[in-house]
């Protein structure tokens, strides 16, 4: 695939990937892992052996108008760096979004639909430290999960502080797992908001069944 290199230990590049189509390719198809500023947008990143769009490192890191499809791994993964994943198609790959480590991530706009992991299928935060992370107005629909006791959505215990975790306006409806949000957050942390999405029933007592609290 495409890959800018990685390093941790400095540098203020500046990347931008625009209007690629990248497909069929036996690792990562889009491999963003150098510090600095990184534009991902506008490719077709499909069919490859690992990860569809795979970013880490130091920074601000946008990927946008994206549409990654059937990849073996995430559709789009993001490590540390400051995410602003938007308005991309994410579809039939081995798990929708998933974000780890630090820095923040805003996900919003996302077409996230059909596909498939252990757990997290449709956003997968558990090994996340301690990020902000705000879920909103993506459509997460289709997909399924496979491990039992599983969930669509994750939401981690930060490691320290009390970083917010919103998750509000999106369609979590039409999805199989076991459970459509399982939240991993301390009593001592603030409550996640989880308001006005929609659960694919309006039975407040049946959108409980689909919440899993840890603690």
Known sequence: GLSTGSGDSGGDHVFTFTNNTIDSNGGTGLWGGANGTQTITGNV??????????????????????????????????????????????????GG???????????????????????GAGVHTLEAWSPEVTMTDNIITGNSCTDPGCSIVTVFDPESGDPAFVLTGNDLSGNTGDYLVWTERSVSRSTVDASNNYWGTTDTSAIDGLIYDYF
């Not at 994206?66 to 198609?89: D, E, K, P, Q």
């Not at 979004?97 to 757990?119: F, H, L, P, R, W």
């Open 45 to 94: 990143v499909t069919d490859n052996g690992g990860h569809g769009i795979h970013t880490r490192g130091n920074g601000t890191y946008t990927v946008s108008d994206n549409t990654s499809s059937g990849n073996a791994g995430r559709g789009v993964y993001g490590l540390y760096a400051t995410h602003i994943i938007s308005n991309n198609t994410i579809e039939r790959n081995g």
């Open 97 to 119: 979004v998933k974000v780890g480590q630090g820095g923040s991530y805003t996900i919003t706009g996302n077409i996230i639909t059909e596909n498939t992991a252990s757990d």
